[in-house]
């Protein structure tokens, strides 16, 4: 019969994490994505329970501070004991916020479920399921927040190893590190390819706050990501792995959505917008669309409004943003909006402007002109660079069509705001 393991890989929780940037904007918005975080927690501890997993893995940074406090240390104790009291232990290492050295002490306190990896060298433990031994766990956790880049925190862990250290052979070896892995070099790193050289079947890795397996097919290599996104840096859903591994079958990590809140950026184009009512409405449109897919209750979003309209003058108006902005909270409480940032362009009747033969509508047209050569527009770029000793964006063949209608616009505010006429 084959064999099959399934746990639940969790990193990152990062509970007690204070929203320090968003405070400054919204205290009250700080303290829910605290409650946030807590409650992201409870809900991967009811994951394990319905899924019915044989362990859970926690990658470290399970605490936001070297020193947590006695409520996030409790809500996180009452957690894992309600795990051990359906049988599910819980293996852990420490991670660069929450190294072992301070968390030492606490580790005497911990329900008997929780098992936690040394820090100093590697370490290896044995599940069993049913008395038969099912699979090897080897890790190494922080041991304090000052790993040294060129320690590696992988070396030595290996299957052979596990078997050597737990005198058995399991089905299944599972690896456990905080580490940078390629992606993070100053994070504890350490090489990919040594890592699915040793004889591991899956690495239940944490640090990288963003979901990533290595390989969709057959995920070996992976981060769940943290289970509740901290700024607009980390938007989108965040929450945790439910991974199966079975012989003669290719692995399976399920992404499972923990977080209550959730960040996000997003552009509204306004572009046809006649009055700011019209960018209101179309703001929140889009806000419940945006909403609808982001499976979360709750939602923090940094707006830009895009397009060409005709109330992209009053936009300049900061005073008018902002208003626009506090009216969107008050009025929709399950949404906060951290930022709204006016990125839009005038309207262009060319129509209109042609018609008159204006001086506008002469030099629209040249520049509309130049920029349909676009070899010309480069050299000339290429030229005004060299003269400043600069040297030219190598993307900037591809953005011009971008970086034309950009100027375009300036010129045309530049002109109506009568800069350069005699004062
Ligand atoms: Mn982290």
Known sequence: MHQKVTFLHAADMHLGAPFRGLRKLSAEWADR????????FDRLVDTALVRQVDFVVMAGDIFDLAKPSYADFMRFFEGVKRLGEQGIPVYL???????????????AHMPANVHVFAA?????????????PLA?????????????????????????????????QAPFAIGVLHTGLHLDTEKAPTNPRAL????????????????????????????PGCIQ?????????????????????????????????VWQLMDVDVTGAATLSDCY????????????????????ERIRLVGRTRVHGLLGD????????????????????????????????????????????????????????????????????????????TDVARKSPELVQRAEGRLIDLLGQGVGADE
């Open 281 to 300: 409405d179309a703001i929140v449109r889009e806000l419940f669309v945006l909403n609808g897919k982001a499976q979360c209750d709750e939602m923090v």
């Open 318 to 393: 900061p005073a008018v943003v902002e208003d626009l902005r506090s009216d969107l909270n008050t009025r929709y409480p399950t949404f906060f909006c951290d930022a709204l940032i006016d990125a839009t362009e005038p309207e262009i009747d060319r129509v209109a402007l042609e018609s008159e033969g204006l001086f506008l509508a002469t030099l629209l047209d040249q520049a509309r002109q130049q920029a349909q050569h676009d070899e010309r527009l480069i050299a000339y770029l290429q030229d005004e660079f060299l003269h400043r000793g600069l040297r030219l964006p």
């Open 196 to 223: 699915l050289a040793s004889g591991m079947d899956y690495w239940a890795l944490g640090h990288i706050h963003t979901p990533w397996v290595d390989n969709d097919e057959n995920p070996r290599l992976v981060f």
């Open 120 to 132: 100093d060298k590697p370490s290896f433990m044995l599940h069993r399921r049913d008395g038969q």
């Open 136 to 168: 090897l766990l080897a890790g190494r956790g922080y041991f304090n927040q000052t790993v040294s880049k060129d320690q590696d925190l992988a070396e030595g862990i290996t299957r052979q190893q596990a078997e050597i250290a737990c005198g058995a």
């Open 229 to 261: 996104g901290r700024d607009i840096k980390e938007t989108g859903p965040r929450g945790c792995m439910v991974v199966t591994l079975e012989e003669g079958a290719r692995n399976r990590a399920e992404f499972v959505s923990l977080a209550s809140v």
């Open 93 to 107: 290492c420490t991670g660069n916020h929450d190294p072992f050295t301070s968390w030492y002490e606490n580790f």
């Open 33 to 40: 994505l605290v409650d946030a975080s807590a409650h992201a």
